[in-house]
């Protein structure tokens, strides 16, 4: 089930049946998913679960609902910063950072707010986007894998209509664009600027893993031929390389 608040703890710990009615109602107008005031729906019921999904992520992005974004990104830069392995300590120190950081100031002054508390209905929601899965709850509760998100995303580029290919450079500007807490993404970079450091790879370990997982499963070709190849970049394993991307044959 997934909580009707996008920040409060797990619906499970909400007992007043009124106050589950007023969650419910209050994240659906915050979403722009009913008239504020009413109870008027204001979009066209999803077919399944994945058009569920995709209308989730549209809003999240289009209402800015920070708390939920900027963790993420803020949860991909601490993996690039401590490694994966971060995510298998306790939930509360894991909380407190990914606290930590999105409370300070972006560029543009904004701010976002995360705790403990709040970390089920995060896991809820970016799971139910596409964006990660529940891992072992002792060892890592969450784990940041956006590859369900990513390979509806990928469909959606005209650039790769009809079995053209993009740039891996140009490629990787595009997915920012429309997932802007990964690489080369508006939300990406305030959270690099709130840890006060920069990118060291060129594609992210969990982008990396995103796409390896696209290409295994014929999603995605991610083609590179040797030499200097304008617009190649590396993957965060430092061997494989990539110079242009084409859908594969699962999705043509």
Do not use: C
């Not at 009707?4 to 107008?29: G, H, L």
């Not at 999803?46 to 809003?59: I, R, V």
């Not at 995303?153 to 595009?174: I, Y």
Request: proline letters at 5%; aromatic letters at 8%.
């Amino acid at each position: 089930m997934l909580p009707a608040t996008t920040s409060a703890a797990s619906p499970d710990r909400i007992e007043n049946p009124a106050t589950r009615v007023r969650d419910v109602r209050r994240v659906s107008e915050n979403l722009g998913l009913i008239a504020k005031g009413s109870y008027r729906i204001l979009e066209e019921a999803p077919k399944d679960w994945n058009e569920f999904g995709d209308l989730l992520h549209e809003k999240f992005i289009e209402r800015h609902q920070y708390d939920v974004i900027d963790t993420y990104a803020s949860m991909v830069v601490e993996i690039e910063l401590q490694g994966i392995g971060w995510l298998t300590g306790s939930g509360d120190s894991i909380a407190n950072k990914l606290a930590e950081r999105v409370r300070e100031e972006d560029r543009a002054g904004q701010t976002a707010h995360f705790n403990e508390t709040r970390r089920p209905a995060f896991q809820a929601w970016a799971t139910a986007m596409g964006l990660g899965l529940p891992g072992p709850d002792r060892i890592a509760p969450f784990l940041p894998h956006p590859a369900a998100r990513l390979v509806r995303v990928v469909r959606t580029l005209d650039e790769l209509a009809d079995g053209r290919e993009m740039r891996a450079d140009a490629f990787l500007e595009a997915i920012g664009r429309r997932m802007p807490y990964l690489d080369h993404g508006e939300r990406y970079d305030a959270a690099w600027f709130r840890a006060k450091d920069r990118p060291a790879r060129e594609v992210s370990r969990v982008l990396s893993h995103a796409l390896l997982d696209l290409e295994r499963n014929r999603h995605l070709e991610l083609r590179y031929e040797g030499g200097d190849r304008p617009g190649a970049r590396r993957l965060a394993d430092g061997v494989r390389a990539f110079a242009t991307v084409r859908l594969g044959e699962a999705v043509r």
